[in-house]
């Protein structure tokens, strides 16, 4: 498989996103702060990474939450998945949220977030009157039932 080139600037002092093992779908995030920064409960802030890519076209770049992070500290994306398009020249920022009933902090380089590189198509709509028929048709919202 090619190699799939992405561009990056980081201004911050920490590491360059890496695949931490050999068949990693993600890259984890760091956080580019001075100082620690403590959530309330459910309060959100926007967290920046120090970093700048120029994806290829046909790709984007998904920003998902990591894990452990959610089972151990409540600590999720609010936007998840984030959604780096490939024009997009600003900053990777992360909207982290507080979702524990206790106040949670982040500290300077924690890896909160991971980043996930996948292709795309855009497409053309096409206006119709009608749809094609199909079994399910408009059933949906479990209407197959849950066992
Ligand atoms: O978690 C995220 C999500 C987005 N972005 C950046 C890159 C993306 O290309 C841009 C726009 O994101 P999105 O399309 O999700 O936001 P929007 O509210 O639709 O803004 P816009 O009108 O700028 O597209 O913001 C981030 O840095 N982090
Ligand atoms: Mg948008």
Known sequence: MADIIVKIIN???NELPAYATADAAGMDLRAHLETAVTLQ???RTLIPTGLFIELPAGYEAQIRPRSGLAIKQGITLLNTPGTIDADYRGEIKLIVINLSN???TIHPADRVAQMVIAPFVQVVMEPVAVLSETV???GGFGHTGKS
């Open 11 to 13: 201004k911050s002092d």
């Open 102 to 104: 206790e106040p949670q």
């Open 136 to 138: 399910r048709g408009t």
């Open 41 to 43: 409960p459910l309060e």
